[in-house]
């Protein structure tokens, strides 16, 4: 069974730049959560997802969204990007909606120059 | 707010030392602890979930408990491999009543052969 999938593996932009990340979850799971992760935050929530509705949403400013499509996979945009925003994005997927039991893709590595 | 605490930031063992590690709470209404393990490069990786006070799982040379303010994880004879950085999650309900994830920072552990 295929994991969740994240891409691109890494990406660099500009700030003032706008940037759209993808998530394949594992065949069947319909909770998707997309979380940000740097070295001295750790793990921030950013939105989760379930049958294409966001069900959940961090502390994040209005230039961080997402969305689902119907087959589950799910992307996240931010735009006006700023140089804090440089970390690594890591998506999860779960059979079960707001669950703590997650798998997680291997996440897109943003740089911001 | 939700507080999760990781000690020690960084454990360097000997392979064999058996230690453990600490995972701090401070929630409302907790409804599930987790624990992760995480790779250089990888998204983090599901080892347990404890549920309520007294409880304990164990997985080859791992062993989580639970108690109302804490989690241990503990490791027995470690080998090389087991070196992670080993991230604890603390479900609640939030106060829109939907359930809410807080990551601890984790901690990084190396098992020197």
Redesign the interface.
Known sequence: KAGVTQTPRYLIKTRGQQVTLSCSPISGHRSVSWYQQTPGQGLQFLFEYFSETQRNKGNFPGRFSGRQFSNSRSEMNVSTLELGDSALYLCASSPIVDSGWMFFGSGTQLSVL | EDQVTQSPEALRLQEGESSSLNCSYTVSGL??L?W?RQDP??????LF?LYSAGEEKEKERLKATLTKKESFLHITAPKPEDSATY?C?V?AV?N?G?????????TRLTIIP
Do not use: M, V
């Not at chain 2, 490069?41 to 599901?46: A, C, D, H, M, S």
């Not at chain 2, 939907?98 to 984790?106: A, D, Q, V």
């Open positions: 409804r599930g987790f992760y490069g990888k998204g983090p990786e599901f979930t991230l999650a479900q939030s829109f939907n359930e809410k994830l807080t990551f601890g920072t984790g």
